[in-house]
């Protein structure tokens, strides 16, 4: 069935949002993405998730304020059944390609670089080097 959709508005006003939305990605979109149903994005084009979007293919996008804007958004995407199967199939690949364990992992340790040689591989300490290993064994 091609009528269920996951709406993802997003705020346009103040200077504080503005930045908010270019330095933040809201979990919820990796749920939406999961479920295989398409995101409809209401929100600034420059915004972090719709950037994320456009260059992944995995919205159907309003970029425009008002009612009538989101009113035409949703009926396009409910009348264009390949467009609908074909975001929500690139939103589900995205939770393989890019948040599953293992992706998350690899960017995790990709952000991180090379441990230096003299830590114990199996160490875990803290900022400040404290030893946060569990010794009530």
Not at 59 to 74: E, V, W
């Amino acid at each position: 069935d091609h009528r269920d959709l996951h709406s993802f508005p997003t705020r346009r006003s103040s200077d504080l949002m503005r930045e908010t939305s270019n330095l933040s990605f809201p979990s919820k979109l990796v749920t939406y993405f999961a479920s295989g149903r398409p995101v409809v994005f209401h929100g600034r084009a420059d915004s972090s998730p719709g950037r994320f979007l456009r260059e992944n293919a995995a919205a159907f996008f309003c970029f425009r304020p008002g009612k009538d804007a989101i009113r035409n958004t949703l009926e396009r995407s409910l009348m264009r059944p390949a467009d609908y199967a074909e975001i929500s199939a690139n939103g589900r690949a995205l939770v393989d390609s890019k948040f599953s364990f293992e992706a998350l992992k690899a960017s995790f340790s990709d952000f991180l670089g090379e441990l230096p040689e003299s830590r114990h591989a199996n160490a875990r300490t803290s900022s400040r080097g404290h030893d946060l290993a569990d010794h009530t064994r």
